[in-house]
């Protein structure tokens, strides 16, 4: 039996083996034209596991057959990048394969760059990072591209889990295996387009089941206990973790139930219920706000609840309000107001306080001249308490507009009342 993992067995030789991702490297990108004409640029691969960097990059290099080297900057020292670098001097341009980039030091930087400027080292680096946010600036500008992979298709994995099965000199063809269409089904979908996964599992499966008259017979069942649970691909605190966030938020304010719950599951499933509940207390009034006043108060006893009663009971909670927060009016009347504001403070666009607002709580205010303050309760002005015009902005900004209201649930009501306010300044100047 061969100690090699089927999935590394099975990692494609040239760029026509490559299955996905052909709008990064299909027969129509000038990515692969180039490496058939023998070029090979610097780049960075970004995407979940399992999706291909590895691969793409042992492709390319058996593509134009330079030297090819692999390091894990997780592991890797300076010492590994010098031996690469004596390498690369006495054979020649080589491909180095740095996995995990984000994590690339400062000393293995500083000693590669040069090479990489000169063309003597070709940088393929692999990130489940955003390169954007987590790779080092003074390699991407060295890098002249950067591709976000994407996960593979159900119909890819199909493709790969065929081949593997049929290939007796680096897959499994060399075993009688009897499979059905629905196996390979379950191993396509239940894998989420980890092509490792889905090579992996399928070995497994393979070595576990039961052999009969020489032939390995595949049971549903058996796949059933190799198939677990994706989880969320990268760091933790990663960036696609925040991009789950992200998309559980803009789910809400969209309101599409369904997406949102699909990613509330994802979060929940990360085990960081903490980034979750603060997600959740800002959408609620970041994305709700004056529409429905209430619903702050019922995302924090929800937020409440679920830090109280901990996964896997916390989940009841969150998606009573992720559901009630998704099928809310919306308004982002009030922080967009605020926004708007502090961008004006921010450009120095500020002026003195009205002396009449200014503190007279202390002895000698009247003669600094802060008076002339009315008090709003001293006019009653029908149901609405009590008003009086005059001027709360300084002299420079009179005039200036911060919220404009939204004619959305509760905050129509007191956007009837804005507008009718607006209208006595106007009948009292």
């Known amino acids: 039996m061969n100690k090699e993992p089927l999935a590394y067995r099975m990692r494609p030789k040239t760029i026509e083996d490559i299955v996905g991702q052909e709008d990064i490297i299909g027969k129509e990108t000038k990515l692969y034209q180039m490496i058939k004409n023998g070029y090979v640029p610097s780049m960075l691969l970004y995407g979940e596991p399992g999706i291909g960097k590895t691969a793409i990059a042992n492709a390319i290099a058996g593509t134009v057959k330079f030297p090819f080297s692999s390091l894990n900057a997780t592991t890797a020292g300076k010492k590994d990048v010098e031996i690469v670098i004596e390498k690369a001097k006495m054979e020649g341009n080589t491909i180095l394969f740095l996995d995990e980039i984000h994590r690339f030091n400062k000393a293995q930087q500083d000693y590669l760059l040069p090479h990489v400027e000169r063309g003597l080292i070709i940088l393929i680096g692999a990130t489940t990072e955003n390169p954007y946010h987590d790779v080092n600036p003074a390699i991407r500008s060295r890098c002249g591209q950067i591709k976000q992979l994407h996960r593979l298709e159900p119909d890819h994995i199909k493709n790969l889990l065929y081949r593997a099965l049929s290939d007796k000199e680096r897959g499994l063809g060399s075993l009688s295996v009897k499979y059905t269409e629905e196996i390979i089904d379950m191993i396509s979908t239940g894998t989420n387009g980890d092509a490792r996964k889905a090579l992996n599992v399928l070995e497994s499966v393979v070595y576990a089941s039961v052999k009969t008259d ?142 009449h607002l200014r503190d007279t709580h202390y002895f000698g205010a009247t003669e600094l001249g802060h008076k002339g303050y009315k008090y709003p309760h001293d006019y009653p002005i029908g149901t609405f308490g009590g008003w009086v015009n005059q001027n709360y902005l300084p002299e420079n900004l009179v005039g200036r507009k911060y919220y404009k209201p939204v004619e959305s649930g509760e905050e129509k009501r007191m956007s009837d009342i804005y507008k009718k306010l607006e209208e006595f300044k106007k009948k009292t100047k």
């Open 214 to 355: 020489n032939e390995i017979i595949l049971e549903e069942k058996t796949v059933e206990e190799f198939i677990d649970k994706v989880g969320v691909f990268g760091d933790k605190k990663g960036s696609n973790f925040y991009n789950l966030l992200s998309s559980l938020q803009k789910s809400i304010r969209g309101s599409d139930v369904d997406a949102a719950l699909y990613y509330l599951a994802h979060l929940l499933e990360s085990g960081d219920l903490t980034a979750v509940n603060r997600r959740l207390l800002v959408i609620a009034y970041e994305d709700i706000g004056l529409s429905n006043k209430a619903i702050g108060g019922h995302v924090l006893a929800a937020v409440e609840a679920s830090e109280r009663l901990g996964m896997p009971e916390a989940r009841i909670p969150l998606s009573v309000v992720v559901v009630e927060m998704c099928l809310s009016s919306k308004s982002n009347s009030a922080y967009k107001g605020l926004d708007l504001a502090i961008s004006d403070i921010r450009k120095g666009k500020v002026g003195d306080i009205p002396l």
